[in-house]
């Protein structure tokens, strides 16, 4: 089988992280003989402002490259700071990429276009796939009806008329399938997927607690072990950081030695690092920065327990990345991973925007530590069993067949 994937979202050196989850199911899918080939619709920015901070970057790119063993294009599509213009991305995507896909197309013969978001990669997808008679999956990781789908009246239309042209349409937690009024706009609810993204267990880090607690216990008391808590994402404002630093000084009292390890760049930096300062939290919480996949899997590693009581999360790989790594998670009531951290008993879910409620939490997982190691036992063995980047490639190989074995008798 030959699959064709577009998205915007894939790692490079302007963005290391970006999209990982992209990467990560692709080299699944060609683990499992799926012939994978990576389009990523890459901001053009002259060679002259190559060496220019964060948009530069996209001038650094090369057009072709092989990453772990699969080819990447990266054609130069136009884009615009701060998301101007997003409303026409489609055309400009669609013209940006209509020689490196034809010349895809003509050699690489594909099955399947399988795009990843809505607006502007899938709608992309659909024409491509109506030109050349190819299906398309189109898959949802939350921001498409999170945002996309109330940006404006045309963005609404893009969404739902590309949705309407897949021939599949993968979301990655139930949330999205229940909360966005799928009934009342949806086309055809059969086509529509839960497909839970996964963790490469082979990527997770060796606990180091025993050594960080050597290291680290000069700011608890005698004999004591400061306990680490780390959160790992983009810093935004709906990520939920600004809560975990509200809640820190209710908890200092009972755990004086507690760290509060954050591991991301981004806009709200200053206003956390301002925030922490205030309350005087300067040795308590380390701002880490963006940190490589692997040195983030560390920090999780060596934590005592996992939170981001973010409240516009789709799903969260690195809850499952927490999980697997055998810790507690906190995450929020009525986001993607939510039910499965109710339903498992592998950590508390708490309101949103509710620091009394995360002081809570924290206080009763670090209070019981034996009934924190059960959950964390129980999250480990939940994610080698259900949640791994090999399932979700199963899945998702069965989607692709289930359409062209439907192809196949349409055709007949």
């Not at 089988?1 to 199911?25: D, E, N, W």
Request: hydrophobic share 40%; proline share 6%; net charge positive.
């Amino acid at each position: 089988m030959r699959v064709l994937v577009i998205s915007h979202m894939y790692p490079t050196i302007a963005s290391p992280l970006g999209g990982i989850f992209v990467q990560k199911q692709a080299e699944a899918l060609a683990a499992r003989g799926t012939e994978v080939t990576v389009v990523h619709p890459t901001p053009y920015v002259p060679a002259v402002f190559r060496f220019f901070p964060r948009w530069g970057h996209y001038a650094r790119i090369p057009r072709r490259e092989t990453v772990n063993g699969i080819e990447v294009r990266h054609p130069r599509v136009l884009e615009f700071p701060r998301g101007y213009f997003f409303d026409w991305y489609p055309k400009t995507y669609i013209r940006g990429m209509k020689r490196t896909l034809a010349g895809l197309i003509k050699t690489k013969k594909p099955d399947i276009i399988h795009a990843h978001v809505a607006h502007p990669d899938g709608a992309a997808a659909v024409y491509f796939g109506k030109k050349y008679g190819i299906p398309v999956v189109v898959t949802i990781h939350g921001q498409d009806f999170a945002h996309t789908l109330y940006r404006s009246p045309r963005c609404e239309r893009s969404l739902k008329t590309t949705l309407a042209l897949a021939d599949r349409v993968v979301l990655v937690s139930d949330k999205l399938r229940h909360n966005y009024g799928l009934d009342d706009w949806a086309d055809d609810l059969t086509k529509y997927r839960v497909i839970y993204n996964g963790v490469n267990l082979e990527e997770l880090a060796e606990d180091t607690r025993a050594e960080r607690d050597k290291a680290e216990k000069g700011g608890a008391g005698e004999g004591e072990k400061a306990p680490v808590l780390v959160t790992v994402g983009f810093l935004r404002k709906f990520k939920g950081h600004a809560y975990v630093l509200e809640a820190l000084p209710v908890l200092l009292p009972k755990y004086p030695g507690l760290l509060y390890h954050i591991v991301g760049d981004g806009a709200e930096r200053q206003v956390l690092e301002k925030q922490a300062r205030e309350l005087g939290l300067e040795k308590n919480v380390l701002f880490l920065g963006s940190l490589s996949h692997a040195e983030a899997m560390k920090e999780i590693a060596r934590s005592d327990l996992f939170l981001m009581p973010s409240w516009n999360e789709a799903f969260g790989v690195v809850y499952l990345e927490a999980l697997a790594h055998g810790k507690p998670v906190i995450g929020t009531k009525g986001e993607g991973i939510a039910p499965i951290i109710e339903r498992e008993q592998v950590g508390i879910t708490v309101p949103a925007r509710n620091a009394k409620a995360l002081a809570e939490a924290l206080d009763l997982l670090l209070s019981h530590p034996e009934s924190s190691r059960q959950m964390g036992e129980r999250g480990r063995a939940l994610v080698r069993r259900e949640f791994t980047w090999e399932q979700n490639a199963l899945q998702t190989c069965g989607l692709y067949q289930e359409i062209l074995n439907s192809d196949q008798r349409d055709f007949a």
